[in-house]
C-alpha cells in the first residue's frame, strides 16, 4: 500500500462498541485493524526483545516497529470504545489484555451462544414471504438472520437459504 493510501484509510473512524452487539465489532475492528498493520499486537503477546549491545540499524528498526505497533493497537482500542467500557479497560497495559478482556465480557459463554444461534435458527424457519415483499426483500431478510448465526460461530449452509427461498417462491 502507498503512504497516499494508507494516510486516506486512517482517516476513516474505528467502529465504535458501547457493549451491545460485540460479535459484530469485533469482525469489523480485526478487519480495521488488519488494514492499519496492527492485529498482530493483538492476536499475538509478543515479546520485544531489549537490544543487545551495539545493535545493528536492522535491530533497532524492528524493535521501534514493534513497539509502535502496541501502542498504535492499545490506542485503536481505546478510541473504539465508549467511555463507559473505557472505564473497564483504563487499567490493562497491552493491546492483548485489552481484546481478550472485551472478549470474554462481552462474547457470552458457549451455553449463551448456543440458546442465541437455537433462537435464530427458529426465527428463520418461521419466516414467511410477506405479499407485499419482493423477492429480494425477503432473500435479504433470510440473509441477515443466516450472517447472524454465522456471527455466533455456527455454520448455516446457503443452501438452506436458497432452499427456504424456493420453497416461498413456488
Known amino acids: 500500500m502507498d503512504i497516499e493510501a494508507g494516510s486516506s484509510f486512517s482517516s476513516i473512524s474505528s467502529p465504535m462498541f458501547d457493549g451491545d452487539n460485540y ?3 469485533a469482525v469489523r475492528m480485526e478487519a480495521y485493524m488488519e488494514a492499519l498493520d496492527i492485529w498482530e ?6 515479546e520485544i526483545l531489549v537490544l543487545p549491545n551495539n545493535p545493528t540499524m536492522a535491530q533497532i528498526k524492528l524493535q521501534k ?23 473497564r479497560i483504563i487499567t490493562l497495559k497491552l493491546a492483548y489484555d485489552i481484546w481478550n478482556y ?11 451462544k448456543g440458546m442465541c444461534v437455537l433462537n435464530l435458527i427458529r ?5 414467511k414471504m410477506k405479499e407485499t415483499e419482493s423477492m429480494k426483500e425477503y432473500s435479504d431478510r433470510l440473509l441477515d438472520v443466516a450472517n447472524r448465526i454465522r456471527l455466533l460461530g455456527s455454520e448455516f449452509k446457503d443452501s438452506r437459504i436458497v432452499e427456504k427461498n424456493s420453497c416461498n417462491s413456488a
Open 23 to 25: 460479535q459484530v465489532w
Open 41 to 46: 499486537a493483538v492476536e499475538e503477546d509478543y
Open 123 to 127: 426465527e428463520f424457519e418461521l419466516q
Open 102 to 112: 472485551l472478549k470474554s465480557e462481552y462474547e457470552g459463554d458457549e451455553r449463551i
Open 65 to 87: 516497529e514493534k513497539n509502535t505497533k502496541k501502542s498504535k493497537a492499545k490506542a485503536c482500542l481505546f478510541a473504539a470504545v465508549s467511555s463507559t467500557v473505557f472505564t
